[in-house]
């Protein structure tokens, strides 16, 4: 039986806001690091910098890669069939824990990267060093997102909260002792970041390991590894639609960074005034996002059921709602990008500058929360290759380029600087939107099951 729209609401504001909570529990890890490694030098701030740039972008691939593993498990959720639940986590946690060590070769064998992208030798062997750490890390990051894919595609993304919160918690103590040499060990400065991420990383996916295999609520599709399953075609589909999920938030990641790196050359004010729009739209990003995870698994419940009314209700709630984040987005940042800056810092240039940015950046959140969720409900229906293609063209076939143009270039008007690309990023993030609802649409016209 098909929900109803307010039931449909209530279910995706359940799924959605621990997951929202969980995001920036995340996020916050980067923040401590930075804090504490910023206070033993300048130096350690870098290579912690540094080694996040490198990182992070290896993580986000691998979130990607995963991701699609939740619609797949929802779709048989859906459909009632719970006794393929287990077999089926079993191939994602295959995937998972090949993605992770993978993550570790590379991790560990970063040294002609830095000397590729000119980084300071000052700092080379740092960065070395605290990706060396994390680097362990990263097989028990990917079985928590495996196991995320687990948890919510039975909705109960509660764990994901509370784990997070845990392991941000558990990441400042960590932090302090082996940052500045407590308990009997000696101090390894911003190093430490890198060894106190990894542990934090295993703490995770231990409690995780726990909570889900103890609590109640996953009785009904309990884990167990005996007998274990084997099933290379299963896991091959997963990494037939997780790769191309994972090269789109490369994609879009990559572009973000190559506007840094062109912004990075025009002096210091305007490098923080960007940084400072970016950093704080990016924070927001998380709402509509967390949204468009919820998507996914609503949209492969409708799919399991073969309930075309109650698919269509979910789409349509999923796009209300992110339609109305984008809209509270826009007029946050126009009635608040004087005091948003402030938070970040006192400086008047960087103020006057950010709070400009700000004003651009409210162009695109409405278009960024359509193709985010346009995104979503896509993978709900296990469609990930041509959505990759769109938006590889959107971002770079239409946003860096037009960017490039406006900022740098007399060719359309006089050179904007910084907000020539930003209003790149409008016109790629909007292409991104227009096309994947446009791929959307043909998708509804196809056989959804």
């Known amino acids: ?13 359940k799924l959605a806001l621990p997951i929202f909570g969980g995001q920036l ?8 690091d930075t804090v504490m490694s910023g206070r033993v030098s300048a130096l350690d701030l870098a290579a912690v910098a540094v080694g996040a740039s490198i990182w992070v972008p290896v993580f986000l691939f691998m979130t990607g890669m995963l991701m699609s593993a939740t619609s797949v498990l929802a779709r048989h959720v859906g459909a009632n069939q719970l006794e393929r639940i287990n077999p089926l986590v079993h191939q994602v946690m295959m995937v998972a824990l090949a993605i992770g060590i993978l993550s570790v ?12 992208m000119d980084v300071d030798p000052e700092i080379r062997p740092m960065v070395v060093d605290y990706l060396f750490g994390l680097s362990w890390g990263m097989p028990a990051i990917a079985i928590v997102l495996a196991l995320r894919s687990y948890t919510e595609a039975l909705s109960h993304t509660r764990p994901v909260l509370i784990i997070s919160v845990i ?15 407590k308990l009997g060990i000696p101090a390894m400065g911003g190093v430490g970041c890198g060894w106190a991420t990894a542990i934090v990383m295993w703490i995770m996916a231990i409690l995780m390991l726990l909570y889900v295999h103890r609590h109640r609520v996953y009785r009904s599709a309990r884990l167990s590894l005996r007998p274990f399953h084997w099933e290379p075609k299963t896991m091959l589909y997963l990494l037939k639609l ?22 990075s050359q025009s ?40 309930d075309e009314a109650g698919l269509r209700i979910a789409i349509a709630t999923a796009f209300k709602i992110t339609l109305a984040i984008g809209a509270l987005t826009v007029t946050m940042l126009v009635a608040g990008r004087y005091w948003i800056p402030l938070i970040y810092t006192d400086n008047a240039e960087i103020i006057a500058l950010a709070s400009y940015l ?81 791929r959307l649409r043909w998708r509804l016209l196809q056989p959804h099951y």
């Open 1 to 13: 039986m098909s929900v109803t729209a307010r039931q449909e609401l209530r279910t995706q504001l």
């Open 25 to 32: 529990a995340q996020s916050a890890n980067g923040f401590v």
């Open 105 to 116: 070769v590379v991790l560990c064998n970063t040294a002609p990267l830095l000397v590729w």
């Open 167 to 181: 392991g941000l918690l558990a990441n400042i103590p960590i932090n302090y002792v082996l940052i500045y040499g």
């Open 242 to 263: 997780g790769f191309p999920v994972g090269l789109t938030i490369f994609f879009e990641v990559s572009v973000f960074c190559i506007i840094a790196l062109l912004i």
């Open 267 to 306: 002096g210091a004010v305007i490098v923080a005034g960007h940084q400072i729009a970016l950093n704080f739209t990016s924070l927001v990003f998380m709402l509509p996002l967390s949204f468009a995870l919820a998507a996914t698994t609503r949209v492969g419940h409708a799919r399991g059921r073969q």
């Open 358 to 438: 700000l004003l651009f950046a409210a162009l695109y959140q409405v278009s960024d929360a359509i193709q985010v969720t346009a995104n979503g409900v896509l993978r709900g229906f296990e469609d990930t290759a041509v959505p990759m293609v769109l938006t590889l063209f959107a971002y770079w076939g239409v946003g860096l380029p037009i960017g490039y143009t406006l900022a740098t270039t007399d060719i359309i008007l006089a050179a904007m600087g910084p907000s020539g690309f930003w209003l790149g990023l409008f016109a790629g993030l909007s292409s991104a939107a227009l096309l994947l609802t446009w």
